[in-house]
């Protein structure tokens, strides 16, 4: 069928209409006319491949990547970096209105990136050639015998096997692509299923962190291997989570400076991906405030806002169900002010808690907050909510909730954390009404 475009909506596809049905279309621009193939196909929309740019967009570009469009990775490597500033914001404020009736007429405030290069923090399945998606090795005689390494194709399980990645670090790419020689060599043990790689901030020290199934014989042996081929480990974690097993070569951390502040980022823990973008969230989320007695930093990580929050608070009560996280967090508090950290969920922390903060500061995985999470914090009444979001569906869902408990928004910044793709960072005020 033969649709044009309207416009871009979140999830980086286009929405078109043909014959009463809403299409989705991914790699496409508005206004542009295209010819798709439906690869789902519902009564009332259809989920469609392109076969042929019938009418491109001006601003169309050629993708920097040769994966794009096969790689799950990225989405929005064919529009020009400002353009995709500008579609995130569209999407994002329609996003608030159409699911959270939340009609925000004022700025939206974007805060860029560089484009390329900007990520601290990657994650490479490792699978076996044989039907990999791959220009050289896919019909190889001995291609099934060899494994591959990169990223899931777009909307499968199945791997793309990458020669390139733009978006990562200098040193992610190089152990990306030494990794890739040693797997094509048979170098390392066939056991291999993921490699998840963090790279400190300056892009030299390197967190490693290899899953198997099935946990490899001669451990030692492979973590020698791997510390030739990537020079830059610190600490090297080998995973079986088949049989809960795991063995640690060093120290299990590696120190990431933001802000002049050292935090201990350890193999299971989270952090912030975006390595050029993190200290501008830190001082959006944590410097504007004029501090008071005690704030709440929920879904609080290892620390990255909950550290400079004690210096301008008298109290920080940092909440994190992650062990490993809040472990690091422990840490990372010591000498940093009066930061006390709960281990616990979120929900069952404020079932408890009966102090009145001034600030409560929300950064939730992407399911966002249980309904009773929001009423529990409208309960204690802040002052002021700061929502760090990663998902723009469910945080229009849960302000939605807020506005109703008493909380009208003030700012809406948006951070591009991960730019050539359709995700985004937000981040929203909130002031207690009256």
């Known amino acids: 069928m033969d649709v044009t475009i309207e416009k871009l909506i979140y999830g980086g596809e286009g929405l078109a209409h043909h014959e009463g049905a809403t299409v989705f279309v991914p790699f496409v621009l508005p206004g542009e006319g295209v010819a798709v193939t439906a690869v789902e196909q519902k009564k009332k929309f259809v989920r469609a491949r392109v076969q042929r740019i019938l009418e491109p967009s001006a601003e169309r570009i050629a993708a920097r990547c040769p994966h794009f469009g096969v790689c799950g990775g990225c989405d929005y490597q064919h529009i020009p970096y400002d353009a995709q500033l500008q579609y995130k914001s569209e999407i994002l404020r329609e996003t608030l209105r159409r699911l959270g009736r939340i009609e925000w007429t004022e700025k939206i405030t974007t805060h860029p990136s560089p484009a390329w290069g900007y990520r601290n923090r990657a994650q490479w399945k490792v699978r076996p050639l044989e039907g990999a998606v791959t220009e050289a090795k896919a ?37 990306l692509l030494a990794l890739r020689e040693a797997l094509s060599g048979g170098a390392l043990p066939r056991g291999l299923r993921e ?24 451990a030692a042996e492979h973590a020698e291997t791997f510390r030739r081929l990537a020079p830059g480990i610190v600490s090297l974690l ?6 809960d097993r795991m063995e640690l070569f060093g ?3 590696v120190d990431y400076e933001a802000g002049g502040i050292a935090y201990r980022v350890g ?30 930093d929920l879904f609080a990580g290892v620390g990255l806002f909950s550290v400079p929050l004690a210096k301008r608070f008298e109290r920080v009560v940092s909440v994190e169900s992650n062990p490993a996280a809040a472990r690091d967090l422990e840490t990372n508090m010591r000498g940093q002010g009066t930061i006390e950290v709960r281990t616990a969920e979120v929900e069952r922390f404020l079932e408890r808690t009966k102090e009145r903060p001034e600030l409560v ?26 929502y760090v979001s990663c998902e723009p569906p469910t945080l229009a869902r849960d302000l939605v909730s807020f506005v109703k408990a008493g909380y009208d928004c003030t700012e809406v910044h948006l951070f591009d954390l991960f730019p050539q793709t359709f995700h985004m960072e937000t981040v929203v005020r909130l002031r207690r009404r009256g």
């Open 361 to 386: 500061v929300l950064d939730p995985p992407r399911a966002g907050l249980m309904p009773e999470a929001i009423q529990r914090i409208a309960k204690l009444a802040p002052a002021r909510v700061t």
């Open 139 to 175: 019909g190889a005689a001995d291609g099934k015998d060899k494994l591959g390494i990169g990223y899931f194709r777009a909307n499968s399980t199945a791997l793309c096997a990458v020669e390139d990645c733009s978006i990562i670090s200098p040193l992610l790419l190089k152990t």
């Open 238 to 243: 080998f995973h079986d989570p088949s049989h």
């Open 251 to 253: 120290p299990g951390f």
């Open 195 to 218: 490699i998840e790689a963090f790279v400190d901030a300056t892009d030299t020290k390197l967190l490693l962190t290899a899953t198997f199934a099935g946990f490899p014989s001669r």
């Open 267 to 296: 193999h299971l823990s989270f952090f912030q991906v975006n390595r050029f973008v993190v200290e501008d969230l830190v001082r959006e989320v944590v410097e504007r405030e004029d501090g008071g007695r005690l704030a709440l």
